[in-house]
T-cell receptor, first 114, second 117 residues
Framework: ELKVEQNPLFLSMQEGKNYTIYCNYSTTSDRLYWYRQDPGKSLESLFVLLSNGAVKQEGRLMASLDTKARLSTLHITAAVHDLSATYFCAVTSYSGAGSYQLTFGKGTKLSVIP | SAVISQKPSRDICQRGTSLTIQCQVDSQVTMMFWYRQQPGQSLTLIATANQGSEATYESGFVIDKFPISRPNLTFSTLTVSNMSPEDSSIYLC??????????????FGPGTRLLVL
């Protein structure tokens, strides 16, 4: 059974600081996603990472993937209040029905304070 | 990309009743997924719905409790049957992007917020 662990689960950081969220998964997968969820809202896709060594950046967020270590990181640079949200990583696994499913981590609730 | 709408957006229901949630996509998709997000928790896959066949349920979810319909390639419904307060959650519909485009993500609807009293 695929397990996805994120840490930390809660993160309070000051504006302007840097920090990294970690996502470990237990079995081989060919796709890893990062999503953002604002309170009371649905999930917004941030990144799709496919291959070992993949790195993607969007604004103050950068995601990377190490498939050998089964580890992805989401790095936040110079945090601003607008980044306050819950961030989920999700990993694909394939079902016997020929489709894939996403297994989500528990999420990291990020609060950026002035 | 895919644009997904869900109805209702929220509801308050009495225990023992049933609620049907609708999911509409603006393009034809093969697979549709239904997730549950309990308060303050992560997302858990309930079932995968393929057009023209029975839905595939994940461990812990059964068809009698969560019947699903998938009448065509742009629409699906999830019914939460015989509700109890433990069913209070957000229910999200999701579709995968173009399968041949591996960079495509999986898209989520806005969710249906259900409170069972």
């Amino acid at each position: 059974e695929l397990k996805v662990e994120q840490n930390p689960l809660f993160l309070s950081m000051q504006e302007g600081k840097n920090y990294t969220i970690y996502c470990n998964y237990s079995t081989t997968s060919d796709r890893l996603y990062w999503y953002r969820q604002d309170p009371g809202k649905s999930l917004e896709s941030l990144f799709v990472l496919l291959s070992n060594g993949a790195v993607k950046q969007e604004g103050r967020l950068m995601a990377s993937l190490d498939t050998k270590a089964r580890l992805s990181t989401l790095h936040i640079t110079a945090a601003v209040h607008d980044l306050s949200a819950t961030y989920f990583c999700a990993v694909t696994s394939y079902s016997g029905a020929g489709s894939y499913q996403l297994t989500f981590g528990k999420g990291t609730k990020l609060s950026v304070i002035p | 990309s895919a644009v997904i709408s869900q109805k209702p957006s929220r509801d308050i229901c009495q225990r023992g009743t049933s609620l049907t949630i609708q999911c509409q996509v603006d393009s034809q998709v093969t697979m549709m997924f239904w997730y549950r997000q309990q308060p303050g928790q992560s997302l858990t896959l309930i079932a995968t719905a393929n057009q023209g066949s029975e839905a595939t349920y994940e461990s812990g979810f059964v068809i009698d409790k969560f019947p699903i319909s998938r009448p065509n390639l742009t629409f699906s419904t999830l019914t939460v049957s015989n509700m109890s307060p433990e069913d209070s959650s957000i229910y999200l519909c999701s579709v995968e992007g173009e399968p041949s485009a591996k960079q495509e993500t999986q898209y989520f609807g806005p969710g249906t917020r259900l409170l069972v009293l």
